[in-house]
């Protein structure tokens, strides 16, 4: 323990003096951040696809679905319930609402009941959907017709492009930061400062606990500064509950460092583990959503979004600080993150290599 | 121009008296057993074996590429042998290494350390592995680094550098310390100021391994030798016992100068010179080992009068380990 508690000091004393790592990594989200910020600033949305059934086909059901044709927030598609749901489950739609036969009577009634189907599986959808019905209602509702979405409420965001790349940036941003440990791990081994280490008593278990929990700190105060410069200057909101957010960056983080110590354990050469940390990051940067969606990404590609723990790292920040979900909603994304890290240590440890 | 069939015996004398005094003697602290490291084609570890005794400073010497670094790294849990068995305070290497270790300081032949940690930090982050750790403000005045404590690794000389790299063998207050080449860049204050923490060490039962290649070094600090050579121990004894394989009293070292019309008395010519036990060609000089000194020494001088030849830098000193070592390995250390 007390060889823990040194070695982790030691460790944020030695990042705390390489200002130009702690610099670069953040560097990279605020300045997607700010190039983005400057170039949707508020004004560039995702623009959700919505699939629309009238089983009802009367002329009020009609007025509404032209109008929502007509809307700029959302694309919509008509069809019948079969085909609409499918489309959703090929990840074509984010969310299909359904006014069932009867809609025009309960609505004269007082009291209609839409039936609303999302995409549970994808979080980002599922998020993108929740958003833009309450949106469709909303504006449906701007008549005042008393309709009751069968879901239960959620607040309505305006969601923004800014807003929703924010946390796409804090997970891109973790990655790169953390996946990066291999080649340093690399490059102590390759100038002889692991051999003097493999002189000593100490444990390997040790030395990775020690730099995970350094880089932890690190990566917290990196995440808290882009979301402070998100929120000042871009004035992106942060809905869900901070300490929440701590935790899913931690998992994050930790995921990352495990993925580096492996790529740390089976490298020789410095080059090597760069060049295999790029491979590996800049094509997860994009399948794990961190710039856009990829809730509209071909079925075929699904495994492959599924698998990367940053498409999970993103999907938690995201319903976090876009939607403001509690735990119970980014529970699938917490399990995955939590597995990525407790396989990746063993292997991690594994791997390990003094000389 | 090594004399082959004499090392056997040279070996043979010397394991014998070794084995002789180890019976009488407490048990080993480093036993090392038929040890073999290769690296692909290369054997750098040829069936090696020797032992270390408590409180006793045990040099190894061998030209460059001998294996002493491959021999010296297995024992510090370092790097995996090929085959043979190290054990190191009666506990096996492979098995047992980390409860070794703690027990172990260790030099290394280069040390690179973290380049955002300072002098100090080092050193108290080195303490923190062992369970015992001296203060870092003593360890910083044993080796006469107290004004680097702030300084950063890369900001040191390379002699400082040594030092450093010498306080963090001292960090555990080991019972065996292995010391790689720990004199080599030192000047010669730093140097004999080492000499006196090993042999404070050595006072306090602290048994050493070291490894030089200043002859005149090991020939005061140690109490045994194994000189190696290929991977294998060619001659194992104390300082004295090893000069005393040479059978000479004295070397006798000349330069030739030969002017033109007149040939150069070849090394054959005076190998049969009176008393002559060995002679061989150094970098520019001819030296002769002889067991009596007059007669040799008047004989080599009427042998240039009478080739016509003047000799040059004409030096006699009693033989010393450096001879020992240039005869056994046939070549000159340093070159
Ligand atoms: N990691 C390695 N991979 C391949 N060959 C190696 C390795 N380490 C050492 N060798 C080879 O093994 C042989 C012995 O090397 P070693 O470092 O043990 O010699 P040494 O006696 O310490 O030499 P020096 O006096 O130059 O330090 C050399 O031929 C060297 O090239
Ligand atoms: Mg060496």
Known sequence: MRTYLRLTSSMIQMLRRNVALVLSSLGLGIVSILAFGLLFGNGGNVTPQLGVVDEDQTPLTTQMIQSLAHSTTVHISIGSRATEIDALRGAHLNAVIIM??????????????????????????????????????????????????QTQAISVHNLRTIDFLTPGMIGMMLMWANLGIGTILVSWRQVGIMRRLAATPLRPGILIAAQMSARLLLSLIQAAMLLVIAMTVFKVPVYGNLGLLAGVVTLGTLTMLAIGFIIGGLTAKPEVANAITFLISFPMMFL?????????APAFMRPVTQFLPLTH???????IINNGASFAAIQNDVFVLIAWIVLGSLVATRAFRWV | MRISHENPSVGGVARVSGATLTRAAPPSVVRVDHLVKRYGATTAVADLSFSVRPGEIFGLLGPNGAGKTSTIEIIEGIRTPDSGTVEVFGLDIQRQRRAIQGRVGVQLQSTTLFPELTVQETLGLFGSFYPHARPVRELLREVALEEKAHAFPQDLSGGQRQRLALALALVNEPELVILDEPTTGLDPQSRRALWDIIQQLRQRGVAIILTTHFMDEAQILCDRIAIVDHGQIIAEDTPAGLIALLGASAAIAFQVVVPTGATAPDLAMVRQLPGVEDARAGLDQ????????????????????????????????TPTLEDVFIKLTGRQLRS
């Open chain 1, 288 to 296: 794990g959503g961190s710039y856009f969606s990829v809730d509209n």
């Open chain 1, 100 to 149: 069932p036969a009867g809609f025009t009577a309960a609505l004269m009634g007082g009291n209609a009941q839409m039936p609303v189907y999302y995409d549970q599986s994808n979080p980002t959808s599922w998020l993108i959907a929740q958003v833009t019905v309450q949106q469709v209602v909303q504006q449906l509702s701007g008549v005042h017709l008393p309709i009751t979405l």
């Open chain 2, 286 to 317: 001819l030296i002769l080992y002889t067991r009596q000194t007059e007669p040799t020494l008047i004989a080599l001088l009427h042998l240039a009068e009478h080739a016509g030849v003047t000799l040059e830098h004409l030096q006699l000193h």
């Open chain 1, 313 to 319: 790292l993103n999907d938690a920040l995201r319903q």
